[in-house]
Nanobody, 121 residues
Framework: QVQLAERGGGSVQAGESLRLSCAAS????????MGWFRQAPGKDREFVAA????????MYTDSVKGRFTISRDNVGNTNYLQMNNLKPEDTAVYYC??????????????WGQGTQVTVSS
């Protein structure tokens, strides 16, 4: 069983940056693909970014390419989502997600509780 603990989030102005982090526990290092999904009010949850269990591949939804960067620490237990040039349409609850040896991260088994990101114009 993998537990996910998110940190970060908050309220910023358009064009500013935020960094989210997600620490995984209960799994073996370098076996867990980790990523982020988000859900805006009245919309379905959507994929944002993911990093493969061994760290050698990343994937992004088109709307965040060039602005968001996902990475993970050397141990492999924590991933980071650096969000630059934030836009009002990035406003959502962001969920950390993970699964064992999954690629792509389409139906994660494990989820965090979510953290709010609000971007005002």
């Amino acid at each position: 069983q993998v537990q996910l603990a998110e940190r970060g989030g908050g309220s910023v102005q358009a064009g500013e940056s935020l960094r989210l982090s997600c620490a995984a526990s209960g799994g073996t290092s370098n076996t867990v693909t980790m990523g982020w999904f988000r859900q805006a009010p009245g919309k379905d949850r959507e994929f944002v970014a993911a990093i493969r269990w061994n760290g050698d591949s990343t994937m992004y939804t088109d709307s965040v390419k060039g602005r968001f960067t996902i990475s993970r620490d050397n141990v492999g237990n924590t991933n980071y989502l650096q969000m630059n040039n934030l836009k009002p349409e990035d406003t959502a609850v962001y969920y950390c997600a993970a699964d064992l040896f999954a690629w792509p991260l389409s139906r994660p088994k494990y989820w965090g509780q979510g953290t709010q990101v609000t971007v005002s114009s």
